[in-house]
């Protein structure tokens, strides 16, 4: 008896949640039995996780129930965490049970990166969901309330300590310092008594984007209360906060945050997957080279931009593009037919500063800041909505703020 092709997708993040999409658009019902597996029963918008965890939206406002936006009359919803892949017996193993599969898809996205530096995984809070972003909102919001009535009034407790300016870093103080007057004024405490400090260890924040931009947004998020250390790498992170550079400076803090890395999901360790700096360097065509019937897509991906010499960094863009390409060259290897060569069409990037600063660098090299930086960014967060749910969501989830 003809069994249906079993296409697996492994996490319902920008890469999973299109993949299905796409292939619903592209295969029948007849064609193949599409599955969908996710720890939740939500798909989150990982480039609002700041927010979260700055306390500037509401989680709820980031998240999107799966069975709202995706047809399940074509693909399988199983909410479950995937544990490791067999790949010699082609299942997956999950937390309660288990699934065949002829076709993989491995989008499970990033997980923080310590580099092991000591105390730090123990020790610092790390954006990588929705819980993990508000136990960080939840956490500083109690600083400031116990502040006023305890009896020792420590200020290091209020200190905000953010590790790594990278996107994230940058992306997570523009959020602290809209966020930190609100609380003071809630809180009954002077704003001059809470500091927002930046760590980064090279010499300059955002490393490889415009030295133009890169100013912009230092000054904006100066005027505004930021300080940074830079040239100043951490080395420890202990209980009161970070140990920095040679002469082991101690930064006290009552909330430390590590946004100094990430790396592919650890699942793809565990089911023997050959890694390159935790990630797979995929073929051409994003399979796994040792696996001609596993895509590997997103933050699990290594993929080489060969004219620069480097792997481009993990975005939802690309992300999102190579879900394009993985449910074309599914439907190929169905067929037999030849696999289309991946290639990004890099449409630049956009950094918010907050809710009214950003800056941003689009298409060939034009450079945005200030309010039209913020109006791209809004764009840009309401489109990856319209993808996921159409208009409805954009409706229900959008971001329309006002100048
Ligand atoms: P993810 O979006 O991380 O999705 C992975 C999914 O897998 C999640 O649903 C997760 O719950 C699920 N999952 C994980 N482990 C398991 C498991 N074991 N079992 C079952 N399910 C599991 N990129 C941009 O292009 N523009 C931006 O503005 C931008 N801003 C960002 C802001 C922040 C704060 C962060 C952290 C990242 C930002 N990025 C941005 C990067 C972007 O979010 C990632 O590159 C993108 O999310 C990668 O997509 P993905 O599908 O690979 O993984
Ligand atoms: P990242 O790797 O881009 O930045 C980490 C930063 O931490 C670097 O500047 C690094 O020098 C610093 N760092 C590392 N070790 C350190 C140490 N010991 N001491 C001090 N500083 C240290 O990581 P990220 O910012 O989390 O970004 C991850 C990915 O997500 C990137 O590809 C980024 O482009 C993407 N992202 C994009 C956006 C956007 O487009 N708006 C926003 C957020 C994230």
């Given at each position: 008896?003809?069994s249906?092709?079993k296409?697996?997708?492994?996490g319902a993040?920008?890469a999973?949640?299109?993949?299905a999409?796409?292939l619903?658009?592209?295969?029948?019902?007849?064609e193949?039995?599409?599955?969908?597996?996710n720890?939740?029963?939500y798909?989150?918008?990982?480039?609002w996780?700041?927010?979260v965890?700055?306390?500037?939206?509401n989680?709820?406002?980031?998240?999107?129930?799966?069975?709202?936006?995706?047809?399940?009359n074509?693909?399988?919803l199983?909410y479950?965490?995937?544990?490791?892949?067999?790949?010699?017996?082609?299942?997956?193993?999950?937390?309660n049970?288990?699934?065949?599969?002829?076709?993989?898809?491995?989008s499970l996205?990033?997980?923080?990166?310590?580099?092991?530096?000591?105390?730090?995984e123990e020790?610092?809070?790390?954006?990588?969901?929705?819980?993990?972003?508000?136990?960080?909102?939840q956490?500083?919001?109690y600083?400031?309330?116990?502040?006023?009535?305890?009896?020792?009034?420590?200020?290091?407790?209020l200190?905000?300590?953010?590790?790594?300016?990278g996107?994230?870093?940058?992306?997570?103080?523009?959020?602290?310092?809209?966020?930190?007057?609100?609380?003071?004024?809630?809180y009954?405490?002077?704003r001059?008594?809470?500091?927002?400090?930046n760590?980064?260890?090279?010499?300059?924040?955002?490393?490889?984007f415009d030295?133009?931009?890169?100013?912009?947004a230092?000054?904006?998020?100066e005027?505004?209360?930021?300080?940074f250390?830079?040239?100043?790498?951490?080395?420890?992170c202990?209980?009161?906060?970070?140990?920095?550079g040679?002469d082991?400076e101690?930064?006290?803090?009552?909330?430390v945050?590590w946004t100094?890395?990430?790396?592919g999901?650890?699942?793809?360790?565990?089911?023997?997957?050959e890694l390159?700096?935790?990630?797979?360097?995929?073929?051409?065509?994003?399979?796994d080279?040792?696996?001609?019937h596993?895509f590997?897509?997103?933050?699990?991906?290594w993929v080489?931009?060969?004219?620069?010499g480097?792997p481009y960094?993990?975005?939802a863009?690309?992300?999102?593009?190579?879900?394009?390409?993985?449910?074309?060259?599914?439907?190929?290897?169905l067929?037999?037919?030849?696999?289309?060569?991946?290639?990004?069409?890099n449409k630049g990037?956009?950094?918010?500063?907050?809710?009214?600063?950003a800056?941003?660098?689009?298409f060939?090299?034009k450079k945005?800041y200030g309010?039209?930086a913020?109006?791209?960014?809004q764009?840009?967060d309401?489109?990856?909505?319209?993808?996921?749910?159409?208009t409805?969501?954009?409706?229900?989830?959008?971001k329309?703020?006002?100048?």
């Amino acid at each position: 008896m003809y069994s249906k092709p079993k296409i697996v997708i492994l996490g319902a993040g920008y890469a999973g949640i299109m993949t299905a999409k796409r292939l619903t658009e592209k295969l029948s019902i007849p064609e193949a039995e599409i599955t969908l597996v996710n720890k939740h029963n939500y798909h989150y918008e990982t480039t609002w996780l700041h927010e979260v965890a700055a306390g500037t939206i509401n989680p709820n406002q980031a998240r999107v129930l799966l069975r709202d936006v995706v047809n399940t009359n074509r693909v399988n919803l199983v909410y479950d965490t995937v544990e490791k892949v067999d790949k010699d017996n082609k299942k997956v193993l999950l937390e309660n049970g288990e699934l065949d599969y002829d076709i993989l898809v491995f989008s499970l996205g990033f997980e923080s990166n310590t580099f092991g530096i000591k105390g730090m995984e123990e020790n610092a809070f790390a954006i990588s969901d929705i819980d993990s972003s508000r136990a960080i909102s939840q956490h500083i919001e109690y600083q400031f309330a116990k502040f006023n009535t305890s009896e020792e009034q420590d200020e290091s407790s209020l200190a905000i300590l953010v590790g790594g300016g990278g996107f994230t870093g940058i992306e997570l103080l523009g959020e602290l310092v809209e966020k930190v007057p609100q609380l003071c004024k809630k809180y009954d405490i002077d704003r001059s008594k809470v500091r927002i400090i930046n760590v980064e260890a090279s010499p300059s924040l955002l490393a490889g984007f415009d030295p133009e931009l890169v100013e912009y947004a230092k000054e904006s998020l100066e005027t505004r209360g930021v300080e940074f250390y830079l040239n100043a790498k951490i080395t420890e992170c202990t209980t009161n906060g970070f140990v920095v550079g040679d002469d082991n400076e101690e930064i006290k803090a009552g909330t430390v945050i590590w946004t100094g890395g990430v790396t592919g999901n650890s699942v793809l360790g565990k089911s023997g997957f050959e890694l390159n700096r935790g990630k797979v360097s995929v073929t051409e065509d994003l399979r796994d080279p040792n696996s001609d019937h596993i895509f590997v897509l997103g933050d699990c991906a290594w993929v080489m931009n060969k004219e620069a010499g480097r792997p481009y960094p993990p975005t939802a863009q690309i992300a999102i593009q190579q879900a394009d390409y993985a449910a074309e060259n599914i439907k190929a290897l169905l067929y037999g037919e030849p696999l289309s060569e991946f290639v990004f069409d890099n449409k630049g990037t956009v950094a918010s500063l907050g809710n009214k600063d950003a800056v941003g660098s689009i298409f060939d090299d034009k450079k945005l800041y200030g309010k039209a930086a913020t109006i791209m960014k809004q764009v840009i967060d309401n489109r990856s909505l319209f993808m996921i749910g159409g208009t409805k969501l954009i409706l229900k989830k959008g971001k329309f703020r006002l100048f």
